[in-house]
């Protein structure tokens, strides 16, 4: 079992950042693909980006690549989301996710692979 939770969001203007935090509970963080999507008001939730357990691949939705950046931190079982160059369109709730990684180097992008979810922080940028 994993626990997340997510940490960072806040009210910032257009074109500044934010990096947003999940720690995840348990002595097995990096046997887990980790991921960051997103949901906003009256839309679906959607993907926005993917690490794999050892951080060594990363993969972003087109909506973010270029200026969002995901990292983690096994010896601290946080995953990061750096979020630069922001726009009002980036206003959603931002939910970290986590799955087993087996070492495939495969990225997931759907929301049925994966397992675990936190409960989300909010991210609101102003025009």
């Known amino acids: 079992q994993v626990q997340l939770v997510e940490s960072g969001g806040g009210l910032v203007q257009a074109g500044g950042s934010l990096r947003l935090s999940c720690v995840a509970s348990?002595?097995?963080?990096?046997?887990?693909?980790m991921g960051w999507f997103r949901q906003a008001p009256g839309k679906e939730r959607e993907f926005v980006a993917h690490?794999?357990?050892?951080?060594?691949?990363?993969y972003y939705a087109d909506s973010v690549k270029g200026r969002f950046t995901i990292s983690r931190a096994n010896a601290k079982n946080t995953v990061y989301l750096q979020m630069n160059s922001l726009k009002p369109e980036d206003t959603a709730v931002y939910y970290c996710?986590?799955?087993?990684?087996?070492?495939?180097?495969?990225?997931?992008?759907?929301?049925?692979?994966?397992?675990?979810w936190g409960q989300g922080t909010q991210v609101t940028v102003s025009s």
């Open positions: 996710a986590a799955r087993r990684d087996y070492g495939f180097g495969y990225y997931y992008t759907a929301i049925a692979e994966y397992n675990y």
């Open positions: 348990g002595r097995t963080f990096s046997s887990y693909s």
């Open positions: 690490i794999s357990w050892s951080g060594s691949s990363t």
